[in-house]
């Protein structure tokens, strides 16, 4: 059953954005031509529901805490642990409407979503190149200098040790949302390994728990305040994820 389950998300991942190749043609068109309210259109309703479908064939329930916590009248920078792959469809379907994220480059390399991602406002970083990654930062700080919120794993990598734990937080991806004064939104995700990775990288069904908590203002933060942020943001999500 965890093969079939694995066929079938992999024939819907793909085969939802082949059907709907004609929507994604149209959105880059018009982000092409400035028109933003069109691609941020498309972005928040064919996204979401792609997430959800992934979910769905695979038999994932999802749980969302604390959506009231998320900042209605500016941009904010997510915070999130990094267990599974599944990271991704998880908070693009359980946050209220889908953010870029600052995502492995790996991902630039496949066709279809790659282009989705790009619409959607991602950023590619190359881990193990520095010039790259302060490229990929400074990308990230100007989508929410623009205005637009924005997705951050601060482990660099999927944590594969126990459930309830987590790696360092890396200090540059918080730079982020001190450069632009953004506040953190800390988001614990719970359940998510169990998926696949636990399961030698076969989809099963199972429960995830996302809980968002709330924001940690920046503005004004002191040099020893913004020095001590990583690991504040990595406690409160830990304390959330027991």
């Keep these: 059953m965890s093969i079939l389950r694995t066929i079938a998300m992999f024939i819907y991942l793909f085969g939802y954005m082949i059907l709907h190749y004609g929507i994604l043609r149209r959105a880059e068109r018009a982000a092409a031509a400035g028109d933003t309210a069109t691609v941020e259109q498309i972005v928040n309703q064919h996204i979401p ?7 769905k064939v695979t038999g994932v329930s999802l749980s969302v805490e604390g959506l009231e916590n998320i900042p209605k009248d500016r941009p904010c920078v997510f915070v999130a ?4 792959y599944y990271d991704i469809p998880l908070l ?34 190359q881990r193990d190149d520095v ?25 660099g990598t999927r944590y594969k040790g126990e459930e309830g734990g987590a790696g360092e937080f890396k200090a540059g991806a918080f730079r982020i949302a001190v450069k632009t004064n953004a506040p953190v939104v800390p988001v614990a995700v719970t359940g998510a390994r169990a998926l696949f990775e636990s399961n030698g990288n076969r989809c099963r069904p199972g429960s995830v728990r996302i809980k968002i908590m709330p924001p940690i203002q920046t503005a004004g933060m002191s040099k020893a305040e913004q020095k001590q942020l990583p690991d504040a943001v990595r406690q409160s999500i830990l304390a959330a994820l027991k």
């Design 81 to 84: 642990n990094h267990r599974s």
């Design 92 to 125: 693009l379907a359980g946050l209220e409407k889908p953010h870029g994220i600052l995502a492995k480059e790996e991902l630039e390399k496949i066709p279809l979503l790659n282009r989705w991602m790009k619409l959607l406002g991602c950023v590619f970083v």
């Design 49 to 55: 529901r792609w997430s959800r479908g992934i979910l």
């Design 131 to 155: 010039r790259a990654s302060v490229r990929a930062l400074n990308d990230a700080t100007a989508i929410v200098e623009g205005g637009r919120s924005f997705v951050i794993f601060p482990e």
